[in-house]
């Protein structure tokens, strides 16, 4: 079955450092998501892409945070400067279409900022 | 914006018993709330949805509930197993003008199946 793949699985960078997640959703998906988990605290929407633009953001995507589609197959997210409270697990979805089709997650990467 | 709430956070059933999970939300615009299964060191994993023209759906050993005029949703996992021991999460969303998943999720409960 395809997957959502998400590299790398844990990441460690220290405050004010850039870091890129990448992700690669599933070949044939059209709909692409990051959201993130801080540790014991509640699944959070960050962002949504599509037709090579963000559709929806939310107050937790600020102007620290950037998404690209840089080709065909990866889908990046990316933290320009590093806080402590970044801190969390990222997980990159991907869905065929809009509202009628179920969203699919990769098993996320561990950003640690220290 | 939406919440959504879930109950209990811990839950600890012996095997071959039901197990039953419920959430509330708040937006009465949400029409879509999947249920999402989350194993240790992995991403939530879809295991049953339900869209909110529909009061129940089964998939063999997992249902799900909903009463929109409550808003709340239930999900029900018969003759438990070790291997559904998990973290379950339930989302509710409704549908974006720019047609994309805006998940509202609760805090998860974890599910402990005893042999």
């Known amino acids: 079955e395809p997957e959502v793949t998400q590299t790398p699985s844990h990441q460690v960078t220290q405050m004010g450092q850039e870091v890129i997640l990448r992700c690669v959703p599933i070949?044939?998906?059209?709909?692409f998501y990051w959201y993130r988990q801080i540790l014991g605290q509640k699944v959070e929407f960050l962002v949504s892409?599509?037709?090579?633009?963000?559709?929806?953001k939310s107050e937790i995507f600020d102007d620290q945070f950037s998404v690209e589609r840089p080709d065909g197959s990866n889908f990046t997210l990316k933290i320009r400067s590093t806080k402590l409270e970044d801190s969390a697990m990222y997980f990159c979805?991907?869905?065929?279409?809009?509202?009628?089709?179920?969203?699919?997650f990769g098993n996320g990467t561990r950003l640690t900022v220290t | 914006g939406e919440n959504v709430e879930q109950h209990p956070s811990t839950l600890s059933v012996q095997e071959g018993d039901s197990a039953v999970i419920k959430c509330t939300y708040s937006d009465s615009a949400s029409n879509y709330f999947p249920w999402y299964k989350q194993e240790l060191g992995k991403g939530p994993q879809l295991i049953i949805d339900?869209?909110?023209?529909?009061g129940e759906k089964k998939d063999q050993r997992i249902a799900v509930t909903l009463n929109k005029t409550a808003k709340h949703f239930s999900l029900h996992i018969t003759e438990t197993q070790p291997e559904d021991s998990a973290v379950y999460f339930c989302a509710a969303s409704r549908l974006s003008g720019a047609g994309s998943y805006q998940l509202t999720f609760g805090k998860g409960t974890k599910l402990s199946v005893i042999p």
């Open positions: 979805a991907s869905a065929f279409g809009s509202y009628n089709s179920p969203l699919h």
């Open positions: 892409f599509y037709n090579n633009e963000i559709s929806e």
């Open positions: 339900i869209r909110s023209n529909v």
């Open positions: 070949s044939n998906h059209l709909y």
